[in-house]
C-alpha cells in the first residue's frame, strides 16, 4: 500500500498510534506505564537513546502487550524518525527526551544543545514531512488529526523572587542555566513550526516532578538512597531554593487532558500547586524514612555522622552553592485548571511516602540504573 494510503486509514483508526520519545527515562516511563493502562488498545512507539538517564528496566512489564514498540535509537536520527512516524502511522508524537539535568549542563552544555534544540528540530521536520508535505489534505491545524505535543519546564521562565506570583503561560522566557536555554530553544521551534508551517502542536511547561524511576542523581532519589547508605544528605547552599513539586503521575494526568482535549497552539503550564523550600523536602524525605526504616534498625548505616542521632536529617550537609542557581520557580496553573479541569490529586506527603515507599522496594532497580558513569559522576561533583 503506498505510504499515502496507509496514512489516510490511520486518519479513521478509532485509536490512537503514539510515538513517545525518552519512555525510557523518568517521566517518558511513567507515562508509557499511564497509557498502556488507560487505553490498552492504542499502539505506542517509544523512541530512546538509552543515554546515562534512560534504562529499558523502566519499561518491565510492557514487553509482552500487544502494541507496545521499544526502538533504541536517536532522535535526531531524521531517517529513522521519519520511517518509525510512517510505518507505524503514528498521529501522535509526545515529545520527552531530552538531556534533563541542569548540573550535567554546567559541565558540559553541548549535549544540551544537540539533543533538546537539534534533536527536537529534527523530530519537528520528520513530523512535518509525514503529516504535512506528503499529506493531500488540507486541514487547518485546529482539526488536524495529528498533534505534536512537546514536554518542555518551568526553567524557561527563570526565577522568582519571594513575592512575585507564579509563571503564567504568558510570562516572558528567561533562562538561566544551559538546560534552561535549551529548553526555551525548542520551545520557540515547537511555536514556529505551528505558526510558519501549521504543524499541530501543543506544549506543556510543567514544575518539578517527583515519583517512581527517577534517576537517582536526582534530588529525591539522591536523598533516600544516600540515607539508607548512611552518606551526607547535599544540600546546595542555604537549601532556601524553592521549587513546585509535581507527583509525576499528576504530571501524566495534564499531559492525557491537554491531548485529549487542549487547543492546537497552545501552551498550558502544570504545577502541583506545592512550592517547598530544599530544606523542606529534605526533612520531609527524613521524617518518613525515619518511620518506616527507623536508624536503629539499619545495622548497615554506621556513619561518624548518624552514631550520635536518631534521625536521617542528621545527614544533611551544606555544600557549595550551584552556579546560577534559580531562587524560586512556582506555577499558576489557572489556565489548565479552568480550561481542561486540572487538579493534581495527591498531595505532597502522599506523592512523597509513595516515592519512598517505591524506592524502598526497589532497591535493585536502583542498582541496575546506577552504572559505572553514575559513579564517576557523583565522584566528580560530591566528593
Ligand atoms: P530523563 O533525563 O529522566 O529522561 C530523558 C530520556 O530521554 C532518557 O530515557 C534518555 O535516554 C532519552 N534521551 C536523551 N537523549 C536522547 C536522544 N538524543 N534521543 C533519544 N532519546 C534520548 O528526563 P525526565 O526527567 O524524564 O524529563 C523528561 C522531559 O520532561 C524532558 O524534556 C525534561 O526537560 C522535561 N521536564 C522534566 C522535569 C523533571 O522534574 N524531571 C520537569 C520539567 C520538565
Ligand atoms: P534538581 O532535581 O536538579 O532540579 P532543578 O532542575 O529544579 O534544579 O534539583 C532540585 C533542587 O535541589 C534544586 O534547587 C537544586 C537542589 N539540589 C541540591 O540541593 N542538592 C543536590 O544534590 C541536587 C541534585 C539538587
Known amino acids: 500500500?503506498?505510504?499515502?494510503?496507509?496514512?489516510?486509514s490511520s486518519v479513521l483508526s478509532p485509536h490512537n498510534s503514539l510515538l513517545i520519545t525518552g519512555g525510557a527515562g523518568f517521566i517518558g516511563a511513567n507515562f508509557v506505564h499511564y497509557w498502556v493502562k488507560k487505553y490498552p488498545q492504542d499502539k505506542v512507539v517509544v523512541l530512546d537513546a538509552l543515554t546515562y538517564a534512560g534504562n529499558k528496566a523502566n519499561l518491565t512489564g510492557l514487553e509482552n502487550h500487544p502494541g507496545f514498540h521499544f526502538v533504541h535509537g536517536d532522535i535526531r536520527d531524521y531517517d529513522l524518525a521519519l520511517s518509525l512516524l510512517q510505518e507505524n502511522q503514528i498521529d501522535t508524537i509526545v515529545h520527552f527526551a531530552a538531556e534533563s539535568h541542569v548540573d550535567r549542563s554546567i559541565h558540559g552544555p553541548d549535549a544540551f544543545v544537540d539533543t533538546n534544540i537539534m534533536g527536537t528540530h529534527t523530530l519537528l521536520k520528520a513530523a512535518k514531512t509525514t503529516w504535512l508535505d506528503k499529506s493531500s489534505s488540507a486541514l487547518s491545524p485546529q482539526s488536524s488529526p495529528f498533534r505534536f505535543h512537546h514536554i518542555s519546564t518551568d526553567e524557561v521562565y527563570g526565577s522568582l523572587g519571594p513575592d512575585d506570583p507564579g509563571f503564567s503561560e504568558t510570562t516572558a522566557y528567561a533562562p538561566n542555566s544551559p538546560y534552561a536555554s535549551s529548553k526555551a530553544g525548542s520551545d520557540f521551534l515547537v511555536r514556529a513550526y505551528y505558526k510558519t508551517y501549521g504543524l499541530p502542536m501543543t506544549i506543556s511547561n510543567c514544575s518539578n516532578n517527583y515519583g517512581p524511576y527517577q534517576h537517582?542523581?536526582?534530588?529525591?532519589?539522591?536523598?533516600?538512597?544516600?540515607?539508607?547508605?548512611?552518606?551526607?544528605?547535599?544540600?546546595?547552599?542555604?537549601?532556601?531554593?524553592?521549587?513546585?513539586?509535581?507527583?509525576?503521575?499528576?504530571?501524566?494526568?495534564?499531559?492525557?487532558?491537554?491531548?485529549?482535549?487542549?487547543?492546537?497552539g497552545e501552551t498550558y503550564n502544570i504545577g502541583g500547586n506545592c512550592e517547598k523550600t530544599n530544606l523542606e523536602v529534605v526533612h520531609a524525605v527524613c521524617?518518613?524514612?525515619?518511620?518506616?526504616?527507623?536508624?536503629?534498625s539499619q545495622s548497615s548505616v554506621h556513619s561518624p555522622q548518624t552514631s550520635s542521632f536518631n534521625s536521617y536529617s542528621s545527614l544533611i550537609t551544606h555544600i557549595k552553592d550551584r552556579p546560577g542557581h534559580d531562587r524560586r520557580y512556582a506555577?499558576?496553573?489557572?489556565?489548565i485548571t479552568g480550561e481542561l479541569v486540572y487538579a493534581p490529586v495527591e498531595s505532597f506527603e502522599s506523592g512523597m511516602r509513595k516515592t519512598v515507599g517505591w524506592y524502598l522496594e526497589n532497591l535493585e532497580w536502583c542498582k541496575t540504573v546506577?552504572?559505572?558513569?553514575?559513579q564517576e559522576w557523583i565522584e566528580q561533583n560530591y566528593s
Open 1 to 8: 500500500m503506498p505510504d499515502q494510503q496507509k496514512f489516510q
Open 216 to 264: 537517582p542523581e536526582k534530588l529525591i532519589p539522591l536523598l533516600i538512597l544516600n540515607c539508607l547508605e548512611g552518606k551526607p544528605l547535599p544540600i546546595y547552599g542555604d537549601g532556601l531554593n524553592i521549587r513546585d513539586w509535581l507527583y509525576v503521575e499528576d504530571h501524566c494526568r495534564g499531559i492525557d487532558l491537554i491531548l485529549k482535549k487542549g487547543r492546537i
Open 370 to 374: 546506577m552504572g559505572e558513569n553514575y
Open 287 to 296: 521524617a518518613i524514612l525515619d518511620e518506616l526504616q527507623p536508624l536503629s
Open 331 to 335: 506555577i499558576d496553573a489557572t489556565k
